[in-house]
Structure formats: C-alpha cells, structure tokens
C-alpha cells in the first residue's frame, strides 16, 4: 500500500463520513488533474504544467503519498521553465503509475 489515511483519519477525528468524503473528492478530482497534466505536458503548456502539479501535490500529501508528494513538487519546480521539458517528461510516468495505483486502491479497499 503506497498510501496512508493517518493524515486524514487526524483530520477526522473520527468522522468516518469525512475520511469517506476526502477519498471521494481524491476519486473524482485527482484523474481529471493528472489528465490534464499530461495534456499540459504534451502540449508544451508550461504554467498549466506547474498550476497542475501544484494542485495535485496536496491531494496526495493527504494521503500520506511522501515519494509521490515529492515527483509532483519536481514537477511543479521544472514546469516553471520550458527548458525542463525532458526532465518533465521524465518524471511525469512515475507520478502517473503512483496515482493510478492509489485510485486503484482505494476504489478496491473502499468499494467505490
């Protein structure tokens, strides 16, 4: 397991409905983010490649994703530069394998 829920389960303080909540709100905006990260990228988009990286990054923080937290703060860093495109391209695979992991699991380990 590549995540953790003890960031959010604190945040709860209980409240299953909100650790539920979180999770869902992870399901429905982080795929639609890291889609469009990787359309950035393609398309050379730099400042959405770094607005997208940036809002992704807390999302997996969230989840206690430390190496993933840190490819998206990478990637959020190169994507303030058009020369970094390689770099970016480089890194991108991994934030994408580690949070389609997470998606997978937490759909499974949730039955959503």
Same mark, same amino acid.
């Given at each position: 397991m590549i995540y953790s829920l003890d960031k959010i389960k604190e945040m709860a303080e209980g409240d299953e409905d909100f650790v539920l909540s979180v999770i869902s709100v992870f399901l429905d905006e982080v795929p639609q983010d890291l889609e469009a990260?990787?359309?950035?990228?393609?398309?050379? %988009?730099?400042? %959405?490649v770094y607005k997208l990286a940036h809002k992704i990054k807390p999302n997996v923080d969230l989840l206690g994703m430390e190496q993933t937290r840190a490819t998206a703060l990478e990637i959020e860093t190169l994507g303030k530069s058009a020369? %970094?495109?390689q770099a970016i391209e480089e890194k991108f695979p991994l934030l994408k394998k580690d949070v389609l992991q997470v998606i997978s699991e937490l759909k499974k380990d949730f039955e959503l």
């Amino acid at each position: 397991m590549i995540y953790s829920l003890d960031k959010i389960k604190e945040m709860a303080e209980g409240d299953e409905d909100f650790v539920l909540s979180v999770i869902s709100v992870f399901l429905d905006e982080v795929p639609q983010d890291l889609e469009a990260l990787e359309t950035a990228i393609a398309k050379g %988009n730099y400042d %959405n490649v770094y607005k997208l990286a940036h809002k992704i990054k807390p999302n997996v923080d969230l989840l206690g994703m430390e190496q993933t937290r840190a490819t998206a703060l990478e990637i959020e860093t190169l994507g303030k530069s058009a020369d %970094n495109r390689q770099a970016i391209e480089e890194k991108f695979p991994l934030l994408k394998k580690d949070v389609l992991q997470v998606i997978s699991e937490l759909k499974k380990d949730f039955e959503l």
